[in-house]
């Protein structure tokens, strides 16, 4: 009944969300000047393939009524065809998500298991330390400050000239070469994740420190327990109800499309499939790419609310 | 008479602020007995939270130990080391704070708490015995719920359970009923002066709630400008006050006034002290001062059978009522 | 005004880390806006130098493809890396807080119609709405700084409309209301004080991912355009010569990463000086 009370706001808030998303989507490649028949087909097309289009799209029907139809046909499943490839582009969009879904994990996975320890650790420190500056304020500033094309290019620079163990480009898939798989996913997944690592780590060191000047922190110090008990019993859970949602929103933009670290290493993901569609003038992959994109980044926000709920009893409590 | 379960000597302390160090203890001297229950009071800013937090080296980075000493149960608490402290804490002290709703952890529900309090591995029928002796209806309920789902009183309750959940020697009370509602602050406080009276521990409280103070403890301290001012028997204390501040907070408080008489608010604000007081930190509001207090620091002496800190207490009490003087 | 004088006091006393922060900040800054006025050698000239020659005494970062001295291309390159990424945050800023304002002190249907929006915007990733801005405006500075207003607005709006529903029901705003100061008076004289500070932090911020945005697009070629520079066009342009001249992407994402550490450091000084955060020892 919590929850309920909770979440359904969020969910219709999610979903008028949802609404103006597509909206924009919408309106952006409808508005262009040349028409949207040029824009799918470029401008080297006969009349007859215009007039399909045209009919296809409801070209010469209302802004309102096109809008309507270009959702129904989503809804079932129909989010247009490749211009390039001329085939759908849902197809070849859901055959590369696991690539991207693969990269975000890892980069999601790095920046979690060294961003949330290394947090704490600087906020249980910065507390003892009388002007509260420490470590993490320079793994910080420096993750949040690198951009990953930088470093990207740095590891890439790196790892050709020392050819170590690592390989940039050639992806294969997990599935039939898994150590194949990892020498040419772990670079770009850690390029991805230090800026992460800066993020998780920032947020966990305020939520840290935040936590530290509540009351029931001096309460526990008084009744005699131990630093590490009061961090494991206390501090930890306390502190990763705001990381959630800082997790969520890093999570929701990896799986969006890393396109700038797809483009660098050649990886086979949705990022470079939406930008090559870009570079080929392939809108119908625009499109759909940023819509999808959006769509998982909605949701993903909404699973961060469902988990921040089971986390913080006080979530839709009312009194 | 054995020793004292806390002895504070001459303690001063002073909090590291922008540019400069306020003091909040100015050569504080105390001793609680065992068993007692001993009241410090004044305004805020007096010093007393000072004090009662540093019975357990509670105060925060900022604070500055500058002199003095504070013995508990024989603990040496200012130069224990870490672990040394920790057990102080864990065996011999019971806090409870003025705001129970943040002194619980919001995450956690009350039976997991009650039980970490107790160490161990305590059964549900012990935590549910102990909350039943800190007065909660219905403990099984209180178990399962958390933090915001208590009342603000049944919130305090679960927190003097946990205090006294290691039977403390000595019990620390700030303001220990001051965020509750008016209807229920005497329940909550006889719980636990019933409390401290099973369990023979002594409890301190820290309070500006004189009535309060009247019917629960044993000895009354007075504090101002970081030095207690006034210290005696409660019914001395409150009765036949000599210590101008002491007269005036009883003045000031509501409650305490002779019907017809009107409510006298003290005039000006406390001190902050940016180092050792050399006049009487009073005489600037004092009603009573003349030049001596200005420029010489009093000490404590024996009056009519208390502690008092005040050039003129046997004036005071010869003039009995003290009108304020014509000229100065 | 007095917890204002105090943070300046607090950012004063400044630890090493931000004034080395700060510093690098004002160098950085010094040779963006004085650079073309610098004698550091023409960023144009071609063939001033060996082609992809190696940083020497002469050409401090090297040479690239055409023979140009690559150190004034670099400056060329922080001018509009910074220039860009301040107009668009300062553009932002000021609709972002306007928005922000309106959302927390109006209510209702303005605050939900607002919130949503910047939900609305907050839900495209970055990049990949800069992928479809790039294909409706074309490549270009038009579309960088639209692309950093898309993703820095929600920022404003959110942390504007919280500070502001805190203070819209104190006092002196009842008081403005009752004197009968129109909605755009309070907003202006009454409000707008009040949220500085919080639009300060978040200015610092959202510069940091303007540029780290501007650069990235630059870098894929969608944002600045040659002839002109910035650091990410620079770095796109190094890459292709990674192995063999290394010291373009190198130089250029150094300072690059340099310039976007100083904004993060004096940002960090500002919030820390405005919001102090400290916690209690355990011990």
Known sequence: ?319 | MSAPLVDIAGLVIGYDAAARQVRALDSASLQVREGETLAIVGESGSGKTTLGMAAGRLLPPEAQLLDGTITVAGVDVMQADDAALRRLRREKLGFVFQNPSTALDPTMRIGRQVALALGGQPGPEAVAALLARAELGDPERVLRAFPHELSGGMAQRVVIAMAIARAPQLLIADEPTASLDASIREKVMATLVRLRAESGASLVILSHDLRLIGRHADRVAVMYGGRIVELGAVAQVLQAPVHPYTRALLAAAAGNEVPGARLEPIQGTPPMLEGRCEACAYAPRCTFSVARCNSERPEAREVAGRLVVCHRAEEAIATGAMQPQEAR | ?283
């Open chain 1, 1 to 319: 009944m919590r929850l309920v009370v909770y979440l359904l706001p969020r969910v219709l808030a999610a979903l008028v969300t949802l609404f103006g998303v597509s909206v924009l989507v919408f309106l952006s490649l409808r508005l262009l000047p040349g028409g949207y028949a040029d824009i799918l087909l470029g401008p080297f097309v006969t009349a007859e393939a215009r007039a399909i289009i045209a009919q296809r799209y409801g070209l010469d029907q209302p802004l309102v009524l096109q809008y309507l139809r270009w959702v129904w046909a989503m809804l079932g499943g129909d989010f247009g065809i490749s211009m390039v490839t001329q085939r759908p582009v849902i197809d070849e969009l859901l055959r590369r998500a696991p690539v991207t879904l693969q990269l975000a994990l890892i980069a999601l996975g790095v920046a979690l298991a060294v961003g949330y320890p290394l947090g704490v650790l600087s906020g249980t420190r910065a507390a003892k330390t009388r002007k509260g500056r420490d470590f993490g304020r320079v793994i910080g500033a420096m993750g949040a400050s690198v951009p990953d094309f930088v470093l990207g290019s740095v590891l890439i620079f790196v790892f050709s000239v020392w050819s170590l163990w690592f390989r940039v480009g050639g992806y294969v898939p997990f599935s039939t070469d898994p150590v194949g798989n990892l020498r040419t996913m772990l670079l770009p997944g850690f390029t991805l994740s230090v800026f992460g690592v800066a993020l998780i780590l920032r947020t966990t060191r305020d939520a840290v420190l935040r936590v530290m000047t509540e009351g029931h922190i001096t309460a526990a110090v008084a009744r005699g327990d131990p630093p590490r008990v009061i961090i494991r019993r206390h501090i930890l859970r306390n502190a990763a109800i705001p990381v959630v949602t800082v997790v969520a929103t890093y999570f929701g933009f990896l799986l969006g499309g890393a396109v700038i670290v797809e483009v660098l290493f050649s990886v086979p993901g949705v990022g470079l499939y939406i930008f090559n569609g870009l570079l080929n003038r392939d809108y119908a992959i625009v499109q759909a790419g940023v819509l999808l994109a959006a769509v998982v980044f909605i949701s993903i926000n909404m699973l961060a609310d469902v988990l921040y709920a089971l986390i913080d009893p006080r979530v839709g409590a009312t009194r």
């Open chain 3, 1 to 283: 005004m007095s917890g204002f004088s105090k943070a300046a006091g607090r950012l004063l006393r400044a630890d090493a880390l931000t004034l080395f922060g700060l510093i690098t900040l004002v160098t950085l800054l010094f040779l963006g806006i004085f650079g073309p006025w610098l004698p550091l050698g023409d960023p144009s000239r071609i063939a001033a130098g060996p082609r992809l020659g190696a940083p020497s005494a002469q050409f401090l970062f090297g040479t690239d493809e055409l023979g140009r001295d690559f150190m004034p291309r670099v400056v060329q390159g922080i001018r509009s890396t910074f220039l860009l990424s301040a107009i668009a945050v300062t553009i932002t800023a000021v609709i972002g807080s306007l928005l922000g304002m309106a959302a927390g002190y109006l209510g209702r249907f303005a605050d939900q119609a607002i919130a949503r929006g910047a939900d609305i915007l907050f839900a495209f990733p970055a990049l990949v709405a800069g992928l479809l801005v790039a294909a409706v405006m074309g490549p270009g500075q038009g579309s960088a700084i639209t692309v950093i207003s898309i993703a820095t607005l929600p920022l404003f709006i959110r942390v504007v409309r919280s500070v502001t529903l805190g203070i819209a029901g104190r006092g002196f705003v009842t008081a403005a209301e009752v004197a009968g100061a129109s909605t755009l008076r309070i907003m202006l004289v009454h409000l707008l004080p009040n949220v500085m500070g919080a639009v300060m932090v978040q200015l610092t911020y959202a510069l940091s991912i303007g540029m780290i945005i501007e650069s990235a697009l630059s870098f894929l070629g969608l944002g600045v355009q040659p002839p002109d520079a910035s650091l990410g066009s620079l770095l796109r342009q190094g890459s292709s010569y990674l192995t063999i001249a290394p010291w373009m992407v190198l130089s250029s994402g150094a300072v690059l990463s340099l310039a976007i550490m100083s904004v993060n450091l004096v940002g960090d000084a500002v919030r820390d000086a405005l919001e102090p955060l400290k916690g209690r020892p355990l011990t």
